[in-house]
């Protein structure tokens, strides 16, 4: 009956990647044998009222909203915990790793082990990544795409405003990948050159905005052709996404800027386009048309779900640039990855050891903690963040959605079954699982665990049965 009770208490049914670097580490559905899991829901689902903790309202990508951190379940103990993990670290797979279980709300440490040796995170990089974004960006901040007058009288251009998921022709008000659409600013501008008597245009393109390379110099060269990851590009479009295995454009601005002009051709004018880059918009230019993407805090949200790399790493780009940060030329990546290092530290988390040379995982020269992992989590469900709030409603559900939508299905990992929401890591020789997870009291639990020199399959099962224990028990 608790467990029961646990289960409602954290979320609801969901419908539900993340490709890693051989067969065995890829999202269900592209080299493996098991089918793929049904994709996110694009209806934005029903939240719960929250007693202390006002929760932001819930992105299209993401399940239901976390458990509320208030209420009277009884806390765990550190010696409960011990009791409850002795069995699994005797697993092999957990020799050389770093575990931390805590109090979700009061943050208290109920197990550590090897907490503060900085280790590769992987794709957990992205929780310290969705931190710094959302303390960079308001809570209800859009990314504006737009059209304006070009420098010579038969001129557009398109600005590009860190969008990369724009609709390829209208926009759908209740997603995220779409919301703003290329059809819906082709209308518009074709509206505005129609009032002025103008039906044949040259089209150029200013992407001068967080501008910055393509690919991460520390990346692997076959990541982008493997669909790992996409061009980070500040326009792009929602169908051409690398998830999953999908591979995306080469240059992702190109396509978009092709797109558009076909669909202004469709509207009746007459397009060239331009080889040569425009310059930088300047704030005088007579606007043609704008639409607006979803709030950065669902961007973020479906970009931690689908475990999205060139998304994690567009936003953060933005938020690193809009501090004032240099993000072009070859170190832009690495700049980006300090200044997320820098926007932790500034919230007072403890980042000794800790160096990012991405934002979203895929370096190897990356090393975070695995206290610090869960820093970010404590914090992230108190409330004063609702950016990251949100971002974590977005994490993958155990058993149910996201790259977590295969696991927790075995009789030593079920009990975190629909209760456990966390961030998986995957890198040859280095994976990492980090989140929450609802106990048989229905008390919030964070964790991470760090785990280096195992097999991808036997990391993966000594994780998911590390956070199963945890699940099932009261541990007092």
């Not at 379940?73 to 409850?84: C, E, Y």
């Not at 809570?139 to 059209?147: S, V």
């Not at 919301?179 to 001068?208: I, M, N």
């Not at 390379?213 to 929602?238: D, H, Y």
Request: glycine residues 12%; aromatic residues 2%; hydrophobic residues 45%.
């Amino acid at each position: 009956m608790r467990r029961g009770l646990a289960v409602l208490a954290a979320l609801g049914v969901l419908a539900g990647g993340y490709a890693a670097l051989d067969a065995a580490d890829l999202t269900p559905g592209l080299l493996t044998t098991r089918p793929a899991p049904p994709p996110p829901p694009t209806e934005t689902p029903a939240t719960r009222t929250l007693p202390v903790v006002a929760q932001p309202s819930a992105p299209a990508s993401a399940g239901m909203p976390l458990p509320s951190l208030a209420g009277d379940a009884r806390a765990a103990t550190p010696a409960g915990v011990r009791t409850a993990l002795a069995g699994v670290l005797r697993l092999p797979a957990l020799d050389d790793s770093a575990l931390v279980v805590r109090d979700g709300q009061s943050g208290d440490v109920l197990y550590e082990q090897d907490a503060d040796t900085p280790r590769i995170p992987a794709s957990t990089t992205k929780i310290l990544s969705a931190l710094a974004i959302g303390d960079a960006f308001a809570a209800d901040a859009t990314l504006t795409t737009r059209t304006v007058q070009g420098a010579a009288a038969d001129e557009v251009v398109l600005v590009a405003g860190g969008d990369s998921l724009l609709a390829p022709g209208r926009g759908e008000p209740t997603a995220v990948a779409g919301r703003a659409g290329l059809g819906d600013l082709a209308d518009a501008t074709a509206a505005a050159l129609r009032r002025e008597g103008r039906t044949s245009v040259t089209l150029s393109v200013d992407t001068t905005y967080a501008r910055g390379p393509l690919v991460a110099p520390t990346w692997a060269t076959s990541f982008r052709p493997e669909g790992i990851t996409g061009a980070v590009a500040m326009l792009g479009r929602s169908d051409q996404r690398a998830t999953g295995g999908r591979i995306g454009p080469a240059d992702p601005v190109a396509s978009t800027l092709d797109r558009f002009a076909t669909l202004l051709r469709d509207r009746g004018l007459t397009v060239s386009v331009s080889a040569t880059p425009a310059p930088a918009t300047p704030a005088s230019a007579v606007s043609l048309g704008a639409v607006e993407s979803a709030p950065v805090r669902d961007q973020l949200a479906l970009a931690l779900t689908e475990s999205d790399n060139a998304l994690t790493e567009i936003l953060a780009r933005q938020a690193a640039s809009r501090s004032g940060v240099d993000t072009g030329g070859a170190d832009g990546f690495a700049r980006t990855g300090a200044w997320v290092v820098s926007r932790v530290a500034a919230l007072g988390l403890g980042t000794g050891g800790v160096t990012l040379s991405d934002a979203s995982g895929l370096s190897r020269q990356n090393r975070v903690t695995a206290r610090l992992l869960t820093d970010v989590l404590v914090l992230g469900y108190d409330g004063r963040h609702p950016v990251l709030r949100t971002a974590l409603d977005g994490l993958p559900v155990g058993g149910l959605s996201g790259t977590l939508a295969g696991r927790f299905d075995t009789p030593t990992t079920k009990d975190a079954a629909g209760r456990a929401r966390a961030k998986t890591g995957t890198l040859t020789g280095a994976n990492a699982l980090a989140g929450s997870v609802v106990d048989d009291d229905g008390r919030l639990i964070v964790f991470s665990g760090l785990v280096a020199d195992a097999g991808t399959n036997d990391a993966r099962s000594a994780l998911d049965r590390f956070v199963a224990a945890v699940a099932a028990c009261g541990c007092r």
